[in-house]
């Protein structure tokens, strides 16, 4: 078990005494209030008002003892959920601008810190891309991509300063390998494997990890939600908490990246070392 895991589960709150310590934002300006360093660990979840998110919720608060702020679109589900596992909701709508800085700075006054941010948040749109309108461009890159970035932006100063910190992104595998008629999701997904590849080169040292969660097909609503149901028989869908069990399994090993189930990392393998063979597959089963 990692330290960073091994710490969450072993320390309990502890009061600061004399009065909550201020820390300043690392834009400069605005404090936030402290945290003593052996309280709970603190971890800021995404998308958690429905699948991956809210089942990693779960999983934290069933067995690591985390301090959990959730984040997510829909209020009554995210209150319904944080309710249950005692944790703190933080509504924000991550197709608008500036929704993830917005959020990193909530989170860090209302904790005072955040140890390990998770960001699960995606939605998709499904159809031949000239016909995708321009909305749902920017909305699908907005949550996808751009609000974790933000997000990422300014917690990271923090971590680096306390040289602890984890950053688990969830990705996709057609950020891997590209799919038909999810021209913009793929686009986006594939963007957010490359700044975990990249920011992990550049925290190397610094006591803060990056692990990247690449899911194939899981079965939540995100389907539903896109208007376009998954209609293939294969690969069939995996349930969320699979997907979350795997997250911690690769928290707690300090994995770069895992592939959920593991086949899924075998697309991406033979795109790169056999490109033509890739596509030429691709083309015929899709």
């Known amino acids: 078990m990692s330290h960073f895991l091994w710490s969450a589960q072993q320390s ?11 820390i300043a934002d690392p834009r400069g300006g605005r404090e936030h209030p402290a945290v003593d360093p052996v309280a709970r660990r603190v971890a800021l979840i995404t998308g958690a008002s429905s699948g991956i998110g809210a089942a990693l919720a779960q999983r934290l608060a069933e067995q690591h003892g985390w301090r959990l702020l959730l984040s997510g679109r829909d209020r009554g589900q995210l209150k319904q959920i944080a309710d249950r596992l005692g944790a703190t909701p933080l509504h924000a709508d991550l197709a ?16 005072g810190r955040v140890d390990m ?11 031949p891309f000239e016909s995708m309108p321009p909305a749902s461009i920017d909305r699908v890159i907005a949550v996808d991509l751009v609000a974790a970035i933000q997000l990422v932006r300014l917690l990271l100063p923090h971590m680096i300063a306390r040289r602890s ?4 992104l969830v990705g996709s595998v057609a950020g891997c390998a ?4 999810e021209a913009v ?3 986006a997904k594939a963007g957010l494997s490359a700044f975990a590849e990249s920011l992990r080169f550049e925290l190397a040292g610094t006591g803060v990890r990056v692990t990247l969660v690449v899911p194939g097909v899981v079965d939540t609503r995100f389907f539903e939600r896109r208007g376009v149901p998954y209609m293939r028989t294969f690969p069939r869908p995996v349930p969320a908490v699979r997907v979350a ?9 300090g994995r770069d990246e895992v592939y959920v189930p593991r ?4 697309p991406g393998r033979v795109r790169g070392a056999a490109p033509r063979l890739y596509r030429t597959l691709a083309a015929r089963f899709g």
């Open 12 to 22: 309990g709150p502890t009061a600061v005494r004399g009065g909550p310590r201020r």
């Open 245 to 253: 069990d795997a997250t911690i399994g690769a928290i707690l090993r």
């Open 117 to 127: 941010v998770v960001a699960a948040a995606g939605i998709g749109w499904c159809g």
């Open 178 to 181: 590209a799919v038909a008629r």
């Open 263 to 266: 086949w899924m990392g075998l």
């Open 185 to 187: 999701y793929s686009a």
């Open 165 to 168: 910190g984890h950053v688990v």
């Open 96 to 111: 608008a601008a500036g929704s993830g800085e917005r959020l990193a700075l909530s989170a860090l006054g209302t904790a």
